[in-house]
C-alpha cells in the first residue's frame, strides 16, 4: 500500500503564504500523478492542483497565479507554495496520488493523506 504524510498547515492572515508538503512511502511501483484537494466547512472536497510525472500540470482557477505545486519524482514527493491567501482559502487540504503498488504494476488507485487543516484569518 501507499502511505502519503502531509505537513505544514497552520494559520496565516490574508495575504500571506504557506508552503505544504508531502511525502508518499509504502510498497510503490509508480506514482502517475499526484496533488492536493481542499474540503472547506459544508462544501464539497474540490482539486486544487495537480501534476504528472512528467510534470504537466493544472490548477482550480480560484488558485491560479497564487498557488504553485511542485513535485521531486525520486523522493515521491509533492509541494503546494501558497501564496497572497485568502478567508476562502480556508480548509483542510489533502494530498493524493495516483500510484500503482509492487505485485500489481497495471493497477493505479488514488491514495490519500490525512489532511492538514489552512486556516486564513485575521
Known amino acids: 500500500q501507499v502511505q502519503l504524510v502531509e505537513s505544514g498547515g497552520g494559520l496565516v492572515q490574508p495575504g500571506g503564504s504557506l508552503r505544504l508538503s508531502c511525502a508518499a512511502s509504502?510498497?510503490?511501483?509508480?506514482?502517475?500523478?499526484m496533488g492536493w484537494y481542499r474540503q472547506a466547512p459544508g462544501k464539497q472536497r474540490e482539486l486544487v492542483a495537480r501534476i504528472t510525472s512528467s510534470g504537466s500540470t493544472n490548477y482550480a482557477e480560484s488558485v491560479k497565479g497564487r498557488f504553485t505545486i511542485s513535485r521531486d519524482n525520486a523522493k515521491n514527493t509533492v509541494d503546494l507554495q501558497m501564496n497572497s491567501l485568502k478567508p476562502e482559502d480556508t480548509a483542510v487540504y489533502y494530498c493524493?496520488?495516483?500510484?500503482?503498488?509492487?505485485?500489481?504494476?497495471?493497477?493505479?488507485?488514488?491514495?490519500w493523506g490525512q489532511g492538514t487543516q489552512v486556516t486564513v484569518s485575521s
Open positions: 493524493y496520488a495516483e500510484a500503482a503498488v509492487s505485485g500489481r504494476p497495471w493497477r493505479y488507485d488514488d491514495y
Open positions: 509504502g510498497s510503490i511501483f509508480r506514482i502517475s500523478a
